[in-house]
């Protein structure tokens, strides 16, 4: 089955430093790339789409400057949240979705970051 | 607006009863549907999806979920419950426009599943 892995599995970093999160679709070709942001105990918040070759398209009231997003090849979408604080916080989570028209996305394990 | 709803935050069964987690959806046209299961600290694994055709589709683990468009409902089921079946339950709906990329998603709701 398709796979996407994530990496880090989990950061600590200190506030006002970056943090780079890794998604790579291990065996498709993912033109597409979505991040979404999970609090505790709360539902999936869409962050942006990633598209390989092209900007990201981000949702309203996500920080563009903030959350750097690059798709640079069609098996890796990288998330870099720059100038980190405490309020980043967060369960970060990626899905590729493979090209062809696929009906589904296929998710990380998730990355969690805090933010000391 | 685009939603989805899962009224229940929690819904608590014993092992070997049928479960239900509910979920409504309001989106135009005829979106995919879709559910995940959440473990602490991992993504999320999928489940089922519907697309079109059968109103009721099986899944994995042996979930299953009835479609009704009436009710614009996706709930998803199971016959007999496993303690191993605990664990956080998201629908999510694909707009028409981008059906199986971008998605929705309900609140969650946690399964509790006691021997």
């Known amino acids: 089955g398709a796979v996407v892995s994530q990496h880090p599995s989990w950061v600590i970093c200190k506030s006002g430093t970056s943090v780079k999160i890794e998604c790579r679709s291990l065996?498709?070709?993912?033109?597409?790339m979505f991040w979404y942001r999970q609090f505790p105990k709360q539902s999936l918040m869409l962050m942006a789409t990633?598209?390989?070759?092209?900007?990201?398209?981000?949702e309203q009231g996500v920080e563009k400057d903030k959350f750097l997003i690059n798709h640079a090849s069609l098996t890796l979408s990288t998330l870099t949240v720059t100038s980190a604080h405490p309020e980043d916080s967060s369960f970060y989570i990626c899905?590729?979705?493979?090209?062809?028209?696929?009906?589904?996305?296929?998710f990380g394990q998730g990355t969690r970051l805090t933010v000391v | 607006a685009q939603s989805v709803a899962q009224p229940e935050d929690q819904v608590n069964v014993a092992e070997g009863n049928p479960l239900t987690v509910k979920c409504t959806y309001s989106v135009s046209g005829n979106p995919y549907l879709f559910w995940y299961v959440q473990y602490p600290n991992r993504g999320l694994q999928f489940l089922l999806k519907?697309?079109?055709?059968?109103?009721l589709v099986k899944g994995s683990y042996g979930f299953e979920a009835e479609f009704n468009k009436s009710q614009t409902s996706f709930h998803l089921k199971k016959p007999s419950a496993l303690v191993s079946d605990s664990a956080l339950y998201f629908c999510a709906v694909s707009p028409p426009y981008n059906q199986g990329g971008k998605l929705i998603f309900g609140q969650g709701t946690e399964l509790s599943v006691k021997p």
């Open positions: 990633s598209n390989e070759g092209s900007k990201a398209t981000y």
């Open positions: 519907y697309i079109t055709g059968d109103n």
């Open positions: 899905s590729a979705r493979a090209r062809g028209g696929s009906t589904e996305a296929f």
């Open positions: 065996d498709f070709q993912a033109t597409t």
